[in-house]
């Protein structure tokens, strides 16, 4: 099972700089819910934008077309047929936390998506490929709670392929 997860903003922003574009930890909290335990795969880029290190509890695999890029702790795939291989191959879910260009090619292979909507604006340079949202069923909708650590307006979704 091959299971895309991010967050984004209204207008399909989900980075700046490699780096998520705002704090909110109920959305951390919703990634680590449901990646703990499983496999994560993601982009070189993001993997570095997020410390170079792996998640505790997790499984990271980093796609990369360099062949020779290293890193300690993770396994490194340099296809995306390798990913869609990993996924047929595994019991167990296969998450996909980005970045852009990973999400774009899988679209077409994901069984669920798991996003996070921020009802604000934010600056940025990396986006959410296009979703044809008439291939998926929202399965799942529950409001996060605005408390003086989230301070912006989210729901957690999770859409099943029809």
Do not use: C
Not at 23 to 52: A, H, Q, S, W
Not at 139 to 145: A, D, P, Q, S
């Amino acid at each position: 099972m091959l299971i895309a997860i991010w967050a984004q903003d209204k207008n399909g922003l989900i980075g700046k700089d490699n780096k998520l574009p705002w704090y909110l930890p109920n959305d951390l909290k919703f990634f680590k819910n449901n990646t703990i335990n499983n496999t994560l795969v993601m982009g070189r880029k993001t993997f570095e934008g997020m410390g170079g290190r792996p998640l505790p509890d997790r499984e990271t695999i980093i796609l990369t077309k360099d062949p020779n890029y290293k890193a300690e702790n993770v396994k490194i795939l340099h296809s995306i047929d390798e990913v869609i291989g990993l996924a047929n191959r595994q019991s167990t879910p296969v998450f996909v936390g980005g970045g852009t260009e990973i999400f774009r090619a899988l679209l077409p292979h994901f069984d669920y998506l798991y996003r996070t909507f921020i009802d604000e604006v934010f600056t940025g340079d990396t986006y959410m490929p296009e979703v044809d949202w008439s291939q998926w069923k929202l399965k799942e909708e529950k409001e996060g709670v605005i408390d003086e650590r989230n301070h912006y307006k989210h729901r957690f979704e999770i859409y099943e392929r029809v």
